[in-house]
């Protein structure tokens, strides 16, 4: 069966501070895709990053990267140098290929960087 | 360019009453997907839309639920009677050609 689990739900930091954010994932596909949301206060639901099965190079963009590893099924989620605008709800999600793309969340973890 | 919009944005309504959520997806967009999110729980697929067409409504909770995308364009998901545990967010997103999903911001359903 298909899971996605963020065993943390809530972090807290101080500005500057890195961070890191877990996922880890449960499927019989060898074909799938992972992804990361970010819902700010605001609401609605922002794509960050969406990865394939079979690419499992590590990805940076700016402060955020992400580390895909299949022998420990984790996608995790670092930011660097963490600012108050991180202060968001992320969400790991899973879709696999041939499953109509639908995407099956984990519980997300909140974030709250302090000043 | 535009994206997905919702509407409203919450809604409060009472145990039996109907409800009609609303989505508007990025213009050009086939695909459109409806998601909800109970209180403290993950955020789960309900249904989804390709064009005016259901591809997948294998998470529709039961027959009190009626999604529909006349046109292919919009999409409508109407509760009725709405209960108490059909309270939470109702998410819609839309994708082109099986790319990333775009949601919208939300619809807050509360029944009481």
């Known amino acids: 069966a298909q899971k996605v689990t963020q065993a943390q739900t809530e972090i807290s930091v101080v500005e500057k501070e890195d961070v890191t954010l877990d996922c880890v994932y449960e499927t019989r596909d060898t074909t799938y895709y992972l992804f990361w949301y970010k819902q700010p206060p605001s609401g609605e639901l922002v794509f960050l990053i969406r990865?394939?099965?079979?690419?499992?190079q590590n990805e940076i963009s700016g402060r955020y990267s992400w580390n895909f590893q299949k022998s420990t099924s984790s996608f995790n989620f670092t930011i660097t140098a963490s600012q108050v605008v991180d202060s968001a709800v992320y969400f790991c999600a899973l879709s696999e290929a041939g499953n109509t793309d639908k995407l099956i969340f984990g519980t997300g973890t909140r974030l709250q960087v302090f000043p | 360019e535009a994206g997905v919009t919702q509407f409203p944005s919450h809604s409060v309504i009472e145990k039996g009453q109907t409800v009609t959520l609303r989505c508007d997806p990025i213009?050009?967009?086939?695909?459109l997907y409806w998601y909800r999110r109970v209180m403290g729980k993950e955020i789960k697929f309900l249904l989804h839309f390709v064009k005016e067409s259901k591809q997948d409504e294998s998470g529709m909770p039961n027959n009190r639920f009626l999604a529909e995308r006349t046109g292919g364009t919009y999409s409508t998901l109407k509760v009725q009677p709405a209960e108490l545990e059909d309270s939470g967010v109702y998410f819609c997103?839309?994708?082109?050609?099986?790319?990333?999903?775009?949601f919208g911001p939300g619809t807050r359903l509360t029944v009481t």
């Open positions: 997103a839309s994708s082109s050609d099986r790319a990333e999903q775009y």
């Open positions: 990865r394939n099965s079979f690419d499992e």
């Open positions: 213009s050009g967009h086939d695909n």
